[in-house]
């Protein structure tokens, strides 16, 4: 008999993916320990593409049943709720995407891990924004919240895959002194994005500006795709 789309069967359809050993890698590597940035997060040990698998299986659900879903315990859960919420997105009319885009705001405290903001943050946040006012993205730049800091660099990847580098830049500034590391990491990601997609002399117009402020992991991570000479121009000084 063909599956009910429902929130229940798809609990179910999670429950029987589990992997309890998976989840105790998954754990380990999404840092859920006493301090660390995922601390307390629980997870059912299930991989990436299963998601994907189950989000496209599931794309009918309401946004009333993502509501539920996103607010979960459990990593995966709300990594799906995010996931289908790109997949409708992807076929929204622009009423439809102004309340994925609202939805995808105001459950930010629940989009609290890396992968769920790098998956998600330029396929929902920076098209919407396309032709729009993006004082948002400078508004999450600065919130006290690291993964609202994070989404704002990652939403800027839809416009630099299309070659624009403004507001990459003008994001990218901002976040230029933060103080965590996985900021500096999207930061120096999303440089090299340019280097590589828009041309390593815009890259290097910009660290000629800023290299000597940039932290060393963002710094290591914008050169990465330059010649070995260049790299270590820039490391030395």
């Not at 429902?6 to 320990?33: D, E, M, Q, V, Y």
């Not at 624009?164 to 996985?182: E, G, R, S, V, Y």
Request: proline share 3%; hydrophobic share 40%.
């Amino acid at each position: 008999m063909k599956n009910i789309l429902t929130l229940k069967n798809l609990h179910k359809s999670l429950s029987a993916l589990a992997n309890p050993s998976k989840a105790k890698i998954l754990k380990r590597f999404f840092k859920t320990g006493p301090g660390e940035y995922g601390a307390g997060d629980k997870f059912l040990g299930i991989v990436v593409p299963e998601q994907r698998k189950i989000a496209r299986e599931y794309k009918v659900l309401k946004l009333i049943d993502l509501k539920k879903l996103i607010k979960s315990r459990y990593h995966e859960e709300r990594m799906l709720a995010l996931l289908i919420l790109v997949a409708k997105n992807a076929v929204a009319d622009e009423w439809e995407q102004k309340e994925i885009y609202d939805f995808y705001l105001n459950h930010t405290r629940y989009i609290n891990n890396w992968d769920l903001v790098d998956l998600t943050a330029e396929k929902i946040i920076g098209p919407y924004l396309e032709n729009k006012d993006k004082k948002v993205l400078e508004k999450l730049a600065r919130s006290k919240d690291l993964w609202e800091r994070r989404i704002a660099m990652l939403a800027t990847f839809h416009y630099i895959k299309q070659g624009k580098t403004d507001w990459p830049f003008k994001i990218a500034i901002i976040l230029l002194n933060d103080k965590h590391d996985l900021i500096h990491k999207a930061v120096g990601w999303m440089l090299r994005e340019i280097g590589k997609r828009c041309g390593e002399n815009i890259l290097e117009e910009f660290l000629q500006k800023h290299y000597q402020e940039m932290p060393r992991t963002m710094l290591r991570y914008a050169i990465e795709r330059l010649d070995e000479k260049k790299r270590k121009f820039y490391l030395a000084k």
